[in-house]
């Protein structure tokens, strides 16, 4: 079935450094790509998405590029700051399935001043 | 505008006993999602109302877990008996139906713990 493989944490980085997270999948047809956000205390929150190969999801300084040859939506920024520490699920929706989604296990980062 | 609201918090309870969350989501939205995250994992379905519709309870276990959503706005997850592997984080969520999943507002979660 359909599945969500993303690189485990903790990722811990210095203030202003550069962050990728690592994310594939494993779906048929053409899925849609998200990646939410769990700060400390909050609920998952989206931060972007893609719906189709090529896609660029941008928000608050963060994109992801669907990559259907490779089956990767991967998380990147290119400063991070203490702001951003929470944990990051990369998540699909399968084709046709716009009412269900398939969740990573999480990856946690933590930036330090 | 509140978002979507979960209660309790945190709940410990001695396995065999019963255990009920509540979530109150967020008004109009006519699609509510439950889902359980366990240690270390994504979040993963367990039941999908429609108003009060359950459309999809394929993964909900239906020997000791119940749910409902009256009048089709605030919903109740019950489990009876708990058990040491029901021990997790049972999220609630909400959405305008055509919106789709993805749009849906999490809740900050029920963390439950089976001792």
């Known amino acids: 079935g359909d599945s969500v493989t993303q690189m485990e944490g903790p990722v811990t980085l210095s203030e202003e450094a550069f962050l990728t997270i690592n994310c594939t999948y494993t779906?048929?047809?053409?899925?849609?790509l998200f990646w939410y956000v769990q700060y400390p205390g909050e609920g998952l929150q989206l931060l972007l998405k893609?719906?189709?190969?090529?896609d660029k999801g941008s928000n608050k300084g963060f994109e992801a590029t669907y990559r259907k040859e490779t089956t990767s939506f991967h998380l990147e920024k290119g400063s991070v700051q203490v702001s951003d520490s929470a944990v990051y699920f990369c998540?699909?929706?399968?084709?046709?399935?716009?009412?269900?989604?398939?969740f990573g296990a999480g990856t946690r980062l933590a930036v330090h001043p | 505008e509140a978002g979507v609201v979960q209660s309790p918090r945190y709940k410990i309870i001695e396995k065999k006993q019963p255990v009920a969350f509540w979530c109150n989501p967020i008004?109009?939205?006519?699609?509510l999602y439950w889902y359980r995250q366990n240690l270390g994992q994504g979040p993963e379905l367990l039941i999908r109302?429609?108003?009060?519709?359950?459309?999809?309870d394929s993964q909900l276990p239906k020997d000791r877990f119940s749910a409902e959503r009256l009048k089709g706005v605030d919903s109740t997850l019950k489990i009876q008996p708990a058990e040491l592997g029901d021990s997790a984080v049972y999220l609630c969520?909400?959405?305008?139906?055509?919106?789709?999943?993805?749009?849906?507002?999490f809740g900050q979660g029920t963390r439950l713990t089976v001792v």
């Open positions: 969520a909400s959405s305008l139906g055509w919106q789709g999943a993805s749009e849906a507002f």
């Open positions: 998540a699909l929706s399968p084709f046709g399935g716009y009412n269900k989604l398939i």
């Open positions: 008004s109009g939205h006519n699609t």
């Open positions: 109302y429609e108003n009060e519709e359950a459309v999809d």
């Open positions: 893609a719906t189709k190969a090529d």
């Open positions: 779906a048929t047809g053409y899925p849609s």
